[in-house]
């Protein structure tokens, strides 16, 4: 799997710039997907490159199959394909479902779901066995908000995770026996930006003391479950999808 391309939507920031650390310090060659904050994904290709890694920043709204094809031309031109981890998701503001606007959800629903499954088929293309490729990992990024639901903040985003479940779980047995394992990570409380976007910079340290650990997690700490379920040690795990969430 050394050498080979791991493509991750969101890569700039949070989850997704820790994932592209680490996986670049195990030998994949990185594409950074972003939205609109270049800085921040020139930082990511920079962190990589100062440890000897090999990194690209590519504009890519997930929300855009456009752009979602543009990004996998890039990484075409990277080298092969190895890994997709679908990290890109966000939340509207802090709302009931009595309040929520049609182009909320169906903007949320575009980056959370639709986009994550057209990366995933844009990777199934190039890495599945039935194509002609040499196998690889696909890793999405649930929520343990699929679970809980997330009454009177985002149920529709609650909802769009529940989505990704079941889609990791499809697709996982659809390609199978085509050399390409699919798994998903629900994290809990994890301290990054997505609580300033939905209007509530605190939140995952206010909710910090009903987690059983009683604090938040680090976007490291997801990473390092992505990591693992991107090498050859998690060769038996298809279909999975893992808490890490400190129990919440
Ligand atoms: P974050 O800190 O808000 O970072 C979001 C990342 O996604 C940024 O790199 C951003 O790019 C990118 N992004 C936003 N909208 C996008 C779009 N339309 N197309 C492509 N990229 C887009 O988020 P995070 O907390 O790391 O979350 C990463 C994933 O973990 C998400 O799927 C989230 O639902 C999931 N998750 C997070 C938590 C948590 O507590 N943090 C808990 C459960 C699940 P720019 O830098 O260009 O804006």
Not at 91 to 97: A, E, I, W, Y
Not at 135 to 143: A, C, D, F
Not at 177 to 203: F, Q, W, Y
């Amino acid at each position: 799997m050394t050498d080979r391309v791991a493509v991750i939507t969101g890569g700039s920031r949070g989850i997704g710039r820790a994932t592209a650390l680490a996986a670049a310090s195990r030998g994949f060659k990185i594409v950074v997907g972003y939205a609109s904050n270049e800085a921040a994904a020139q930082s990511t290709v920079a962190a990589i490159e100062a440890k000897n890694g090999k990194a690209i920043a590519v504009k890519c709204d997930v929300g855009r199959e456009h752009d979602i094809l543009a990004l996998f031309k890039a990484a075409d031109k990277f080298g092969t394909l190895g890994a997709l981890i679908n990290n890109a998701g966000i939340v509207g503001p802090t709302s009931r479902v009595d309040e929520m606007s049609a182009e909320r959800i169906e903007r949320l629903m575009a980056v959370n779901v639709t986009g994550s499954i057209l990366c995933a088929r844009e990777a199934v293309k190039r890495m599945s066995t039935r194509h002609g490729g040499q196998g690889g990992v696909i890793i999405n990024l649930s929520s343990v908000a699929a679970k809980l639901g997330s009454p009177n903040t985002y149920v529709d985003y609650a909802a769009s995770k529940g989505a990704i479940d079941s889609f990791t779980i499809g697709l996982a047995h659809e390609v199978a026996s085509e050399g390409i394992r699919v798994a998903a990570i629900r994290p809990g409380l994890i301290d990054t930006d997505i609580h300033a976007s939905g209007g509530e910079p605190d939140r995952a340290h206010r909710l910090a003391p009903m987690v059983p650990m009683k604090r938040v997690g680090t976007a490291e700490e997801i990473a390092n479950a992505i990591v693992w379920l991107l090498s050859d040690e998690a060769s038996y795990v298809t279909s999975a999808i893992l808490d890490v969430s400190g129990g919440r």
